[in-house]
């Protein structure tokens, strides 16, 4: 009879396919391997043995593999230079395909290498691999290592496709039989009677194809930059300029640069309480502040006066140092992003409508630095933490600490200068909320950064330039030496 048309296949398994999740977890801990190893090794393996990778494993427990998904983790690691997680990445994704894995670890290249190198464990050949080698059986007695082939087995053998036959209760091979060739692919048969007869023509090992390390990627960028620099002239020309121009060599001029304001050598170090004290940090409950103000993440209590006898005598504000011209168009800030989260991405996302509601509906707790979340499981003394692992799980309970470290979900970060477009963008937002803190809350409203990023573009180029005048930062008088006031 012909099959009915209502006649359906209805499946009850309850397994839940990875799908797309899976896909991202993967990126995720790729990435995430990245921050965490100095050492990323692309290895491919001859004659893979589940029972050999596991010793692997057992040995190198500090370590991480990964194997299967080529596409995923190339993702991960970033196909091309523009799109790479971390720069040189791009060139060990290249060689992400066929049966190959990634190692992270922080062993160095000479300890992996040598033990890899003996590493090495002789096993039976599998249908479909290459012989190392040609195998015959002398006509007469067939025997199995030093011991006769049981009579119970020549059925066996001779199903299999040797000549034999039984005399006397021997098995006995009527001519010479070759099992296989050296050269050729061994069939199912070949396979079988080479692991009867004892021949083991694989071998298990591990090779090391390339390795990435991240010191090694900038030490060879700062030649590169040497290199360049050197083509181009401009360390000869620098040199040509301070011998012309005394006035105006290095002494007198130094690089731009950041740093807190010390206390100078010969005076007695004052007692001065902190500006910026978070209470969070310290498991402390506010003090007749606004949660919103605090925002769990960047919580400031007990503001001081700022003493100049703690600082250099040269120290000026942004008022005494730029010209009027400057002066007129800065904006002026006190030092504080008063807003939330971008509501383009707080609707998107369900994100709560302030900070209190945003920790307290999302788990609560207190946070400390021995437990980030705030869920009670605290960091034990002595371990590393992992800061961007940390902030991944706070992206609704702490949207300040998630965005400082991370773009929002899907979007690609960039790490190149920032554009003429995304100064205007910042200057605006700086316009409508101000800033200073909280800069991951602050990152939501630029696209494709995160707050570290609009942090340090902030320190190097705002408010060096005079573009925003902040009563938190001062610049040592003939230098372009930001001096942050918070001890």
């Keep these: 009879m012909p099959k009915s048309k209502r006649s359906t296949v209805v499946s009850l398994t309850k397994t839940d396919k990875k799908g797309r999740e899976g896909k991202e977890k993967l990126i995720n801990d790729v990435q995430e391997c990245v921050d965490n190893y100095s050492y990323l090794y692309l290895f491919s393996v001859k004659d893979m043995r589940n029972t050999f990778l596991k010793e692997i494993r057992n040995d190198f427990k500090d370590s991480r593999f990964f194997y299967g998904k080529n596409r995923v983790m190339a993702k991960g690691l970033g196909t091309s230079p523009e799109t790479e997680y971390k720069e040189g990445l791009s060139g060990i994704a290249k060689d992400l395909s066929n049966e190959v894995g990634m190692l992270f670890t922080n062993k160095d290249p000479k300890e992996v290498q040598s033990y890899f190198d003996e590493f090495v464990h002789p096993d039976y050949a599998r249908s479909g691999a290459i012989a190392t080698q040609t195998v015959t059986l002398p006509e007469g007695p067939v025997k199995r290592g030093a011991d006769p082939m049981p009579h119970n087995m020549e059925p066996l053998i001779r199903s299999l496709g040797m000549p034999t036959s039984l005399k006397n209760g021997i098995v006995t091979l009527l001519v010479p039989y070759t099992i296989c060739t050296e050269g050729e692919t061994l069939t199912t048969n070949q396979a079988h009677l080479l692991k009867l007869f004892y021949h083991q023509l694989a071998e298990f090992k ?282």
């Design 206 to 487: 591990v090779d090391l194809i390339s390795y990435y390390h991240q010191e090694k990627q900038r030490l060879k960028n700062i030649e590169q930059n040497k290199e360049l620099l050197s083509q181009l002239g401009i360390d000869s020309a620098r040199t040509e300029i301070a011998k012309a121009n005394p006035l105006h060599s290095s002494k007198t001029r130094p690089a731009p640069t950041i740093r807190k304001v010390q206390n100078k050598a010969n005076k007695k170090k004052e007692l001065v309480r902190p500006i910026r004290k978070s209470l969070r940090l310290k498991g402390e409950d506010p003090q007749n502040n606004e949660v919103d103000d605090l925002n769990v993440a960047d919580t400031l209590e007990n503001k001081a006066e700022f003493s100049t006898s703690n600082a250099s005598d040269h120290l000026l504000a942004g008022e005494e140092y730029f010209d009027e011209e400057i002066k007129k168009k800065a904006i002026r800030v006190d030092g504080h992003f008063r807003s939330w989260v971008n509501p383009i991405i707080m609707h998107k996302y369900g994100i709560e409508a302030s900070a209190r509601e945003a920790w307290e509906k999302n788990g609560g707790g207190t946070f400390s630095y021995a437990d980030s979340t705030g869920l009670g499981k605290k960091r034990k003394k002595g371990t590393i933490s992992n800061a961007k692992a940390d902030a991944l799980k706070m992206f609704k309970k702490n949207p300040n600490q998630y965005f400082y470290r991370h773009n929002e979900p899907g979007e690609e970060q960039w790490l190149h200068d920032w554009s003429a477009q995304e100064q205007e963008l910042f200057l605006e937002i700086v316009r409508q909320h101000g800033c200073g803190d909280k800069w991951g809350l602050f990152a939501t409203y630029i696209p494709h950064r995160v707050g570290y990023q609009c942090s340090n573009f902030y320190r190097q180029v705002v408010l060096k330039n005079g573009l925003v005048f902040d009563p938190n930062y001062m610049i040592l008088e003939s230098t372009l030496l930001l001096e942050h006031l918070y001890t």
